[in-house]
Nanobody
């Protein structure tokens, strides 16, 4: 059974930091590119950060460049999103996505991040 389980979300003040984790199971994690998306009510889901299978290449939304860092540990089947200098506009539900072999597309259940004073 394929599972992606996100954790690490919560309430943080502006300027603070959070680290999201996504633990994968049920598929060969090493063969999948991993992406973090986020979504707010009434808006489309947007790509936040992506990382290739071996972690050699990353990609970020312009809005988070220099503040967020995506990484992965293939030995632990886990992808991370380190979020620093958080802003109220970063408030969203954050989703973990795995895409591999041209057609397999898996999603986690999401974790809420709220940036507010």
């Amino acid at each position: 059974q394929v599972q992606l389980v996100e954790s690490g979300g919560g309430l943080v003040q502006p300027g603070g930091s959070l680290r999201l984790s996504c633990v994968a199971s049920g598929f060969v994690f090493d063969n999948f590119a991993m992406t973090w998306y986020r979504q707010t009510p009434g808006k489309e889901r947007e790509l936040v950060a992506a990382i290739t299978t071996a972690g050699g290449s990353t990609n970020y939304a312009d809005s988070v460049k220099g503040r967020f860092t995506i990484s992965r540990d293939n030995a632990k089947n886990t992808v991370y999103l380190q979020m620093n200098s958080l802003k109220p506009e970063d408030t969203a539900v954050y989703y973990c996505n795995a895409f591999g072999m041209g057609r397999y597309d898996y999603w986690g259940q999401g974790t809420q991040v709220t940036v507010s004073s």
